[in-house]
């Protein structure tokens, strides 16, 4: 299946620092969707994008749907140490039809 | 409280041995899902049910098998004939909402095979 080119692939920050992930696509999508997965845990839905244009945000996260329904990108702002995790971005609808694309995520660790 | 259940969160199996993965959702969501994960990789679609009784295969459907007999419930069963069974499974579930479809998942089930 196709998949998602989602960057950076790892960061390594310090506590208080500003983070920016992308996700691109040569398809276009009518949803985008942002998780977070702790270790050994299952996927958790963080943000969800209906409109291209579309800026959400959710506490410090703050998600985008891009203009061209091809890319997508999310903010996390003031970092924490329990923002440790994989984000993964997936996209869904338009060329792709109703199931899931996923990224490869993005591994962010969070220095005290 | 609502959610979806994966049973059990560690399982461990021989070689050569089926074995079958549990998935409960409260949520009276249409559609179930499974996917694998192995480490540091993202997820792959196994298989997809929108209705009771209908599944359709993913990407990476050989070596597996489901059943859709309860709307609540997606087991899914890993073959002997499934090369590299040794992984993390997800199941995940999702009811279309006035804008789109959301996705949610399960806690999953690490499954190791030796």
Known sequence: GQQLNQSPQSMFIQEGEDVSMNCTSSSIFNTWLWYKQDPGEGPVLLIALYKAGELTSNGRLTAQFGITRKDSFLNISASIPSDVGIYFCAGQGGDAGNMLTFGGGTRLMVKP | ?114
């Not at chain 2, 059943?67 to 992984?87: D, G, H, I, M």
């Not at chain 2, 993390?88 to 190791?112: D, H, K, V």
Request: hydrophobic letters at 25%.
């Open chain 2, 1 to 114: 409280d609502g959610g979806i259940t994966q049973s059990p969160k560690y399982l461990f199996r021989k070689e050569g041995q089926n074995v079958t993965l549990s998935c409960e959702q409260n949520l009276n969501h249409d559609a179930m899902y499974w996917y694998r994960q192995d480490p540091g990789q993202g997820l792959r679609l196994i298989y997809y049910s929108q209705i009771v009784n209908d599944f359709q295969k993913g990407d990476i459907a050989e070596g597996y098998s489901v059943s859709r007999e309860k709307k609540e419930s997606f087991p899914l069963t890993v073959t002997s004939a499934q090369k590299n069974p040794t992984a993390f499974y997800l199941c995940a579930s999702s009811m279309r909402t006035g804008l789109g479809y959301e996705q949610y998942f399960g806690p999953g089930t690490r499954l190791t095979v030796t």
